[in-house]
């Protein structure tokens, strides 16, 4: 699919993310499927701890949380048990690595869970399965079924003396349930609405139990770190404190879209875009980049020689979030997508928390009335202090992912906006 | 033990304990919505969010436990400004319908709105509007007003024991309603409008009767069973419209039964006898008549007669102390007995009729008549001519066969027919006294009205009953 990594370095997923890797068979042949976790239980769990922490795997579904340390957190005794939850929920809009992941070495995902499952002690894990993916979802039952008539999970796995079971969980298609607590209470069977923290999940999560949530090519990436150490994988990484590599999903007006896996820091958005996508649909200018999923500030087109990594791109007000870059074209309106995306957030909200149950919908209202040629001078300040009152005052993140494009957007792109109000249209239909 | 520190007020605090509750203890008032002492923190309005020093972002005071050492502000520009974005977030899909709405003038949101919200609106766009269906005999629903704390469905969950009130749809759709849309069955519903922050949950029977403002409120005790939950009583021009819940953690926390909450009514009952009645030597039935006579009659029916005196156990210490104090002077060898519940004739057969706070005995001081060491009345004794029945307004009469009656207390006109005289006297709400609850809890009624009609304490009546009539 890419051709895209450094000479010297391989690519830990990518050349797998084909049809015929996905049966046992060809993870045992080619990739050396189930030998780490062998090795694993040689370790102690400290010694594994250890491992990702050096590793500086950092956490691939949104909020790039060192993993290693989240896992320190499971306290090493508990009166009830641990679990080990896996968010395949993959909800930001941009977002599809983790499908690919799911889709074509599943046994991977395993693999790292029951690795995971050792280390903090749990011995049962679910993989949380956004409801969309219902073709995943069957693929990793037939999988995780592969697992067990093989040995590696259930009742003492390779005569370790470990058990570890795992079941597939599907969800009914929110985006609220990627955030961790919501996940635990939708897998709970109760309403998907995050929860107060603390008590962080790592004190009580699933059930009131210790549980670590991490996402899928978190979990995928676990084999690889153990096999190699945590000084190989933090090495794969060109920036301090950001290791292995990673996956990226490009969608929008590019040539080549696609998945494409880079070692971390090693690429500009603008070698992304440009020489690994091909460039501009049409060969037309670009107008903006969404960085990493759609809840990142948006980016303009002077902006991209950014590398492409947590930090830097959290210098410049933005985030490298879940990886999804959207591109988007010169002649494509800016409201509408905005209006799109604040239409997402009002869906998308659970609608517990004041703000961000009222706020998003009022973003909303405002930016469709915009479009649709009624809005008014003082819509766009109205609209800025939303953002301010919605921003960092609600219960979870989803406040945050909804004001932080519509306030990126109207700084940014405040002409496409006013001309909207002033013109009554769009100045590009 | 460990201190933080609140708007410059050092605060001691038990570990645990959260900032509000903190806060509330040196004075601070911390305005909220959706949290309530004795339901689970979801701090889902975020109307309590405070800046605690070291912290960048906004802590909502009612999930955040204070720490020694903490320093928090509850005035600073950004808490202010959040209250405020909070309260415009919250009236933007609000009726703003105040004059019309029965939580006027003690709702938490206009209240809040006042000190805390803008006077302008930058709303444009349309209301949000639901529908709203029936709810059942206790509960008036206007979702409209809703703000979503969540307050009814956590008082279902966890206090009434039934899952009732749920959230259906999502986000700015949410709506709160009844699981399927069935009318609600929980005996303690009346709490749900207690607890309602705003006029989205209201009782039927306060509906548009009384703008709260004119109420005049008295704190005392529920006669409705032995637990003797905490009320406010309020009245306005000597008619009572409502009771609710007052708050006392070692007796009923801050909920009440509906049994309890509706009691009241049968003060007001239009067949409620408030005048003083006899059976003449020819009538069939009561008919009213003058204290002098009625006391007249109530003597000779007694006079040289075999009497038993029965108290109901929904009396007061001091009312059951007065008639035993009579009986001994007046009626020397006369037995006193009470009655109230007749499956329930001893503390030790009392009990807790639901796991909640209704209790077995449905008079109030079941326990009190036996600190007096009276004993429970038995339906087979026949050892009299005459009975005497001081009844609060509670107790069940017991059946009295081939004895005349007289009446002195509360009582319907139908449940007294056969009685040869009526003394009114005086309901739970329109005299002082004292019950001693199951707990062993000494408690004080408080009058909330004057008496109704020409009834009377049981004092003065004995106390002419005992001195008055024809001299001998």
């Known amino acids: 699919m890419s051709d895209t990594m450094d000479e010297t370095v391989e690519t830990m997923f990518i050349q797998h993310f084909q049809e015929e890797s996905r049966p046992l068979a060809y993870y045992l042949k080619s990739m050396d499927g189930y030998k780490t976790v062998k090795k694993a239980f040689g370790m102690s769990q400290d010694d594994i701890i250890g491992e990702m922490k050096k590793s500086w795997l950092r956490g691939r579904g949104g909020a790039s949380f060192p993993t290693g340390t989240k896992w320190g957190f499971i306290p090493k005794q508990s009166p009830k048990p641990k679990y080990l939850v896996c968010n395949a929920d993959e909800s930001e809009p941009g977002t599809f690595k983790d499908r690919d992941i799911m889709r074509y070495t599943p046994h991977l995902l395993i693999e790292g869970m029951v690795i995971g499952g050792f280390a903090i002690g749990a011995h049962v894990g679910y993989i949380y399965i956004r409801g969309e993916y219902a073709r995943e979802a069957k693929l990793l039952d037939e999988a995780i079924d592969e697992a067990y008539e093989a040995g590696y999970l259930g009742k003492n796995i390779l005569g370790s003396g470990f058990d570890f079971d795992l079941t597939v969980h599907r969800g009914a298609g929110a985006y609220i349930c990627g955030e961790e607590t919501a996940l635990l209470n939708s897998l709970e069977g109760k309403r998907g609405e995050p929860r107060v923290k603390p008590p962080f999940p790592a004190q009580a999560g699933a059930f009131g139990g210790p549980t670590i949530v991490n996402n899928v090519e978190t979990l995928a990436s676990v084999p690889f770190i153990i096999k190699n150490g945590g000084d190989w994988y933090a090495k794969l990484g060109k920036l301090e404190k950001s290791g292995g590599t990673r996956l990226f999903c490009v969608s929008g007006h590019v040539k080549k879209p696609g998945v494409y896996e880079f070692a971390s820091g090693s690429v500009t958005l603008r070698q992304i875009i440009y020489e690994h996508c091909h460039g501009i649909l049409g060969d037309k200018k670009l107008k903006a980049v969404i960085p990493g999923g759609s809840s990142a500030p948006v980016l303009t087109a002077d902006e991209i020689d950014v590398i492409a990594d947590i930090e830097p791109m959290s210098k410049i007000g933005t985030m490298l979030g879940s990886a999804a870059i959207v591109v988007i074209s010169e002649d494509y309106c800016i409201v509408k997508l905005l209006r799109r995306i604040a239409h997402f957030y009002a869906h998308e909200s659970c609608g517990q928390c004041t703000p961000c149950r009222e706020g998003t919908r009022w973003m909303w209202d405002i930016i469709e009335r915009i479009e649709a040629g009624h809005g008014r001078d003082q819509d766009l300040q109205l609209l800025l202090d939303i953002t301010e009152n919605v921003g960092m005052k609600t219960l979870c993140a989803l406040g945050d992912a909804a004001a932080g494009p519509v306030a990126s957007f109207v700084k940014k792109f405040r002409a496409d906006f006013e001309a909207h109000i002033r013109g009554g249209k769009c100045p590009n239909a | ?472």
């Open chain 2, 1 to 472: 033990m460990p201190k933080c520190i609140i708007d410059g007020r050092e605060a001691e605090f038990k570990p645990g304990e959260n900032i509000i509750e903190v806060a509330k203890r040196v004075g601070v008032e911390i305005p909220v919505f959706c949290y309530h002492p004795g339901l689970t923190v979801v701090a889902q309005c975020r109307m309590c969010a405070v800046e605690i020093e070291k912290n960048p972002k906004l802590q909502t005071a009612c999930s955040t436990p204070a720490a020694e050492g903490m320093v928090v502000h509850t005035t600073t520009p950004k808490v202010v400004q959040n209250q405020k974005a909070i309260m415009e977030f919250l009236l933007i899909n609000h009726p703003l319908d105040c004059p019309i709405c029965d939580k006027s003038g003690e709702c938490d949101l206009q209240d809040n709105s006042y000190k805390f919200g803008s006077p302008y609106s930058r709303y444009t766009e349309e209301r949000r509007t639901y529908l709203d269906l029936d709810m059942g005999p206790v509960i008036k629903k206007n979702m409209n007003r809703c703000i979503h704390c969540t307050r009814c469905i956590r008082f279902g969950d966890e206090i009434a024991g039934i899952h009732e009130m749920v959230a259906v749809k999502r986000g700015n759709w949410t709506e709160i309603t009844t699981l399927n849309s069935k009318e609600l069955t929980t005996e303690y519903a009346g709490n749900y409008a207690d607890i309602c922050p705003t006029g989205s949950l209201t009782l039927k029977d306060f509906r548009f009767k009384k703008r709260s403002w004119f109420l005049k409120k008295t704190a005392t005790v529920c006669e409705g069973c032995s637990r003797g939950c905490n009320i406010e009583v309020q009245e306005d021009g000597n008619t009572i419209y409502r009771c609710i819940a007052r708050e006392n953690l070692e007796v009923n926390k801050y909920w009440i039964c509906d049994e309890g909450r509706f009691n009241y009514h049968y003060v007001h009952d239009s067949a409620r006898v408030l005048e003083p009645a006899t059976k003449g030597a020819t009538a069939a039935s009561l008919t009213s008549t003058t204290w002098e006579q009625g006391l007249e009659v109530a003597r000779n029916v007694s006079a040289g007669k075999k009497v038993v005196f029965l108290v109901g156990s929904d009396l007061t210490l001091e009312e059951g102390q007065q008639i035993l104090d009579f009986a001994k002077s007046k009626y020397t060898s006369a037995p006193v007995y009470h009655f109230g519940t007749p499956t329930v004739k001893t503390t030790q057969e009392d009990g807790e009729a639901d796991p909640i706070l209704k209790m077995k005995s449905k008079t109030s001081n079941l326990n009190g008549m036996e600190k007096l060491g009276i004993k429970p009345f038995d339906p087979s004794f026949t050892g009299a001519e005459v009975a005497i029945v001081f009844r609060g307004g509670r107790a069940k009469l017991p059946e009295l066969k081939s004895m005349k009656r007289i009446g002195v207390g509360v009582f319907n006109l139908p449940q007294v027919e056969s009685y040869e005289a009526i003394l009114p006297s005086l309901s739970f709400v329109e005299k002082s006294g004292t019950i001693i609850n199951f707990q062993g809890k000494e408690q004080k009624l408080k009058p909330a009205i004057r008496p109704l009609g020409q009834s009377k304490a049981i004092a003065e009546i004995l106390m002419v009953w005992a001195n008055g009539g024809k001299k001998a």
